[in-house]
Every structure is written in C-alpha cells, then in structure tokens.
C-alpha cells in the first residue's frame, strides 16, 4: 500500500509542486499583510499629528468632497478605535475604491482600491487566487482553476504523505521527529521534510480544505452540507439567505466595514462579516455600482446625494452620522471599527472566532434615533459560514498565537516541493551513477 502511495505523492508533486510552492508563499504574506503594510506604508493607517478632537463630520465630509470629481460621493465612514488611526471612507460609482483620510486635516492620504495592478499586495493576492490570469465576468478564470486544481492535488499530496511517514518502529519515530542540523546538506533537507511535513500537515490541509470553497462550486455545496448547512447557490459564492434577511443585510452593510485592511486588502469578497460573492477584477466594480444605486434608492437618496453644498442639493446629515456613532462606540467599548453611513450602521468588536462577525443597526436619518438591530448571533447559519471559512482558512480565529502558526506552516509548506524535488534529483543522479559504473564493471569483465 505504501509503495502505491509512494508513487502516487511523487507523480502529483512533480507537475504541481511550483504552484503548490506559490500558494503557501503568497498565502503566508497575506496573513500578515496588514502589519507589513503598517511599516512599510504608516500613513495608510495614522495620522500625522493626533489633535485635541478630529473635525466633525459635518465640516470633514465636505472638505472631503470637494476634492472629488463631482459624479462621486461619500457613502459611508468607517471610524477606527483609537484616536492615531485614519478614517476610510467609502464612495459611490467607484466600485470597492475607497478613501483613506486624515480626520484632522481632510486632506485624502490615499485611494485604495483591492486588486489595483502596481500594487504589491494586490499582486500578491492576484497571484494567489488567480495565479495573475485577468478575471472577466461570465467567462471561465483558468487561474482560477488552475489555483482550485492544486489546491486539490495538495489534499491528495498531505494524505499520501502522512501514510507514508507513518514509521514501523518507535526507533524511527524517533528518527523522523527530529530534524538533524550536522549530519549534511541531504539529512538536513530530507528530516525537513519528514519532521517539518508532519508537523504542519495539518494546518495545511485546513488551510487547503477551506481554501477549496473559492474554487469549486461542487465543492462548496458539499462542504457546506457536511456542517449542516442547507444551501441554494446563486451564481457566486454566497449561499443564499431568505429574502428578508438578505434585504436587511444589505439595507444595513457599509460600503467599508470591519477591520479596514482585513476587508478590502485583503479582498476576500466579505464586507462586514456578510457573505458576498466572489468579486471579478472587472465585474464586481459594476455589481457593486448596482448595488449602491439600488441602496440609494431604498434610502430615498437622489442620484447626487451626499453632495451637500454643491449646487444647493440636499445632502445626508452627517451629524446624526457622528451622534450615531457616538451611541454605538459607548455600547461596544471594545469595537474595532464601526461604520456608518445614511440609516444603517456596522460594529465589529470580533477579536477571535469568526473576526468578520459584526452586528447591524438601522437608524433614522434626521434624528440618529437606533431603530432597529440585526445581531451576529441571531444571523442564519449560511451567513455565519462564509465568516468562519474565511478565519479558519487565514487563522485569525484564534488571534495572533495561530496566524503565527499559520504564518509557520506556509514557509514549511513553500519549501516542501523544493525539498521533494531535491530528493528526486538526487536519487535520479545516483541511480544512473550506479548503473553507469555497473556497465562499466561489466564492459571491463
């Protein structure tokens, strides 16, 4: 059986051992891409000077404006927890693009859109779902399949491995837990990838497991029933909710929620812990035009609403935006973000578990008066699931001590195919050094 499988692991992890070496790399940069980020571009994130009080609102938001184009407006605002951070705001007709302001100043530090080709996060993460191949709405992403079908055959490779390594004795149990620094170049590399292969096997494969729910949908529907979900796919991801849930889900998600860079950087498609579908480079900007049209709408917003001061239209009052916020931030003292924009508001305060959980608030729009509430807790559970895939598969759910872990099983995880491929090289160099001398021996005989 273990030759079958010996067999099995090698011929699968020689065509797909690169692309299995590009997927942990990218995936453990992307874990931590917020903190690299932080130190590499600081004022994404803070503030130049902390003042006594940022300005209100109501005089921010048009400072704001009047350094856009005027089709565009601001649609929302996401407040941070501490006083040194950023403000991000969303905007209308600019798909997911949104704005990084200075709330002392007003001046726009930076517009930041997922996926924007010159950045080096969003090729990293373009080279990680979809190997850099262009996404195009209603036509099929060989990246894509290309990521879903290593992705797959990175399954098969962990199991044959770990039945491989299975030892026959307690003696090479021993021998195949360690990793042996002296005893040269080819013992090092080979108790590397016995020892740091079990090891991170199973970070791996969870990572992999979950990572499979982006790529297949056939996948999906059975990974959502084996946790007892009841699922009617659309043509995305999301599994769908009943109406009135998914109408007040959408009545009460921002345009940016949740932990900023968590969200947009890293693109997973999840806006406030509300399953979304997986966004296309070109047709998620327009899907999410549509929807904001369609949430202007329902909120009784003209078409150039929010472009308070210009041209005598009225506007938001971005006041009760401020008094609505103030409100929720007493409420949960404990909040990472919250944002806020016309009748609806979102908290994520999630810290472990699902770190995309977040809870809704609806509110009237000319006296900040919370009108309505829709709890993580009391969600369904297919608008819990795609949140907890998401944590379980980059290892937030368990805070910074499993990123760390997860961070760990990518590098082994990077090094792995390269150390199989070492191996297999050398054996080869070996073997025909061993028959070449044979012939030799027999030639001279």
Sequence with gaps: MKKIFSKLHLWLSIPFGIFISVLCLTGGLLIFETEIQQVTNPSRFYVKEVKEAPIPLQELIPMVQKQLPDTVSVSSVTFPATPDRTYRMGMTNMGRTSLIVDPYTGEIVETVTPYAKGNFFSGVRRLHRWFMYPMQRDKTNWGKMLTGTSTLIFVFILITGIVIWVPKSVKMLKRRLKIKVGGGNFRFWYDLHLAGGIYTALLLLVMALTGLTWSFQWYRNGFYKVFGVEVTQSAGHTPAAPAQQNK???????????????????????????????????????????????????????????????????????AVWTEVYNQLAEQYPNYKTISVQSGSATVSAATMG??????????????????????????????????WIYAVHVGSWGGLFTRILYLIACLVGTCLPFTGYYFYLKKRHLKKKKTAKADYNRFVE
């Design 248 to 318: 007040d889900a959408q009545a009460s998600s921002g345009r940016v929620s949740g932990e900023g860079e968590e969200r947009a950087g890293r693109g997973e498609g999840e806006r406030g812990g509300r399953p979304e579908r997986t966004p296309s480079e070109e047709g998620s900007e327009k899907r999410e035009e549509g929807q904001e049209a369609r949430r202007g709408a329902g909120q009784e917003r003209s078409g150039s609403e929010g472009r308070s001061g210009r041209g005598g239209e009225r506007g938001p009052n971005y």
């Design 354 to 387: 699902n770190t995309r959980a977040s809870d809704r608030y609806t509110f009237d729009n000319r006296t900040g008066e919370i009108t309505g509430a829709q709890l993580y807790k009391d969600n369904p559970k297919p608008n819990k699931m795609r949140g």
